[in-house]
């Protein structure tokens, strides 16, 4: 958000005529290794799985900041009914390290998380994977 509204500022004092020396990152400018593992069980009707990225962050060279390692966890059970699937999908977010660095803004107690419901149509490349899948022919092609 605070990027967003930097490079609007800018716009407005240049439209105004005015003029803006201060240079404009709109990245955070540092490496990120973001391992991810998903697992997914279908027994029959039924869609189990859960998806969890770990980011690694590393110091952006400039500022000597270092943002804090996050992990999210995404769930979603669905259960088919037809061409329809059904079900609650979520999602957990966790800082687990405090960001470090000149100004660091927080304990590392940053989350959020969030329940919601789903109902959806697959397409027909999805539907024959499953089918596949639901019969227990070789991995379907289309998830890989």
């Not at 290794?33 to 799985?49: A, H, K, R």
């Not at 669905?78 to 304990?107: C, E, R």
Request: with cysteine; glycine share 8%; net charge negative.
């Amino acid at each position: 958000m605070t990027t967003g509204r930097l490079i609007q500022v800018c716009s407005e004092e240049l439209e105004h005529g005015g003029t803006f020396t201060a240079k404009v990152n709109t990245g955070q400018n540092h490496w990120t290794i973001e391992p991810d593992m998903s697992v997914s069980w279908l027994p029959g009707p039924y869609q189990f799985t859960v998806h969890v990225t770990l980011d690694k962050n590393f110091e952006n060279s400039t500022t000597h900041y270092t943002n804090g390692t996050t992990m999210d966890w995404d769930f979603t059970a669905m259960h088919s009914f037809g061409h329809w699937s059904f079900g609650p999908v979520s999602y957990f977010y966790k800082q687990i390290t405090a960001d470090s660095g000149p100004a660091a803004l927080n304990g590392g107690s940053d989350q959020e998380g969030d329940v919601a419901p789903d109902l959806n149509q697959p397409c027909a490349e999805m539907a024959a994977c499953r089918a596949s899948a639901d019969n227990r022919h070789a991995p379907c092609s289309v998830l890989s």
